[in-house]
T-cell receptor, first 113, second 114 residues
Framework: AQSVTQPDIHITVSEGASLELRCNYSYGATPYLFWYVQSPGQGLQLLLKYFSGDTLVQGIKGFEAEFKRSQSSFNLRKPSVHWSDAAEYFC???????????FGAGTTVTVRA | DAGVIQSPRHEVTEMGQEVTLRCKPISGHDYLFWYRQTMMRGLELLIY????????DSGMPEDRFSAKMPNASFSTLKIQPSEPRDSAVYFC????????????FGAGTRLSVL
């Protein structure tokens, strides 16, 4: 079964600074990979996804992620964060053999002025 | 599109009472998922449906939990009887086939069992 590890529980970043959130997955074949964002009191919103092809994926809100098979990673980046990026971010992995997603524990991002 | 709609947004009930959570998926989506989110266990998949048929309910914690999908536009998750440890945020998500792994989430129902 697939699994996801998000090593950082909480990250604080200054507004305008860059952001990188780490995600490591475990899966025997090529995974489907996702990043979701959850604002307080809201549901999860899909930021970006990777199925195949170009390993650098662009998403909404200026986010991008890079799939590195050799490192089993799918890290999320943003060059310059805005105060509105304060939220919880979830990495998820899915398999081609079923329809389920396995989510990481999440990383909470705080943005300071 | 209105997205996935869940009701109620908040539910407060007393231990032993029956609780019914409701979900309307995005029109045309073939898959529907119910999740539970807690601080201790994170996001857990409870059950999912394909074309209104339950496919995998291995995540349903106990017999007190049941889910139905009587038609393509409506699903319920019922807890009877409820217990304080059921307090959590319950999310419904739907997914279009064949890109079935792309899931769109509702805003969730925050359940508090006193």
């Amino acid at each position: 079964a697939q699994s996801v590890t998000q090593p950082d529980i909480h990250i604080t970043v200054s507004e305008g600074a860059s952001l990188e959130l780490r995600c490591n997955y475990s899966y025997g074949a090529t995974p489907y990979l996702f990043w979701y964002v959850q604002s307080p009191g809201q549901g999860l919103q899909l930021l970006l996804k990777y199925f195949s092809g170009d390993t650098l994926v662009q998403g909404i809100k200026g986010f991008e992620a890079e799939f590195k098979r050799s490192q089993s990673s799918f890290n999320l980046r943003k060059p310059s964060v805005h105060w509105s990026d304060a939220a919880e971010y979830f990495c998820a992995v899915g398999a081609s053999s079923d329809y389920k997603l396995s989510f990481g524990a999440g990383t909470t991002v705080t943005v300071r002025a | 599109d209105a997205g996935v709609i869940q009701s109620p947004r908040h539910e407060v009930t007393e231990m032993g009472q029956e609780v019914t959570l409701r979900c309307k998926p995005i029109s045309g989506h073939d898959y529907l998922f119910w999740y539970r989110q807690t601080m201790m266990r994170g996001l857990e998949l409870l059950i999912y449906f394909n074309n209104n048929v339950p496919i995998d309910d291995s995540g349903m914690p106990e017999d007190r939990f049941s889910a139905k999908m009587p038609n393509a536009s409506f699903s319920t998750l019922k807890i009877q009887p409820s217990e304080p440890r059921d307090s959590a945020v319950y999310f419904c998500a739907s997914s279009p086939g064949p890109r079935r792994n792309i899931q769109y989430f509702g805003a969730g129902t925050r359940l508090s069992v006193l």
